[in-house]
Nanobody
Framework: QVQLVETGGGLVQAGGSLRLSCAAS????????MGWFRQAPGKVREFVAA????????YYAESVKGRFTISRDNAKNTVYLQMNALKPEATAVYYC?????????????????WGQGTQVTVSS
């Protein structure tokens, strides 16, 4: 079992930055692939970024490449999402998710564990 708690959301102006954190419970955090997803009002949940258990491999949605960075600290059981040059269309609830071995890191159905989400609002 893994419990995930996201923090770091808030209100920011377009062009600004935020760093989201996701703290995980459990001693096996380092074995999990971690993902960040987001869901805007009236839209389906979409993939943002993912990171392999070791941190060696990272994956990004095309819409955030070059502006967002996913990282993890296995000693702290925490995964981060640094978001720069934010745009109003990034407004959404952001969720972190965990899975031992997802076949498709960008597919929400592949992840077994989810946090409660944190709201990010980008004003224009």
């Amino acid at each position: 079992q893994v419990q995930l708690v996201e923090t770091g959301g808030g209100l920011v102006q377009a062009g600004g930055s935020l760093r989201l954190s996701c703290a995980a419970s459990g001693r096996t955090f380092s074995r999990y692939t971690m993902g960040w997803f987001r869901q805007a009002p009236g839209k389906v949940r979409e993939f943002v970024a993912a990171i392999s258990w070791s941190g060696r491999y990272t994956y990004y949605a095309e819409s955030v490449k070059g502006r967002f960075t996913i990282s993890r600290d296995n000693a702290k059981n925490t995964v981060y999402l640094q978001m720069n040059a934010l745009k109003p269309e990034a407004t959404a609830v952001y969720y972190c998710a965990a899975d031992l071995d997802p076949n498709n890191y960008s597919d929400t159905d592949e992840y077994d564990y989810w946090g409660q989400g944190t709201q990010v609002t980008v004003s224009s």
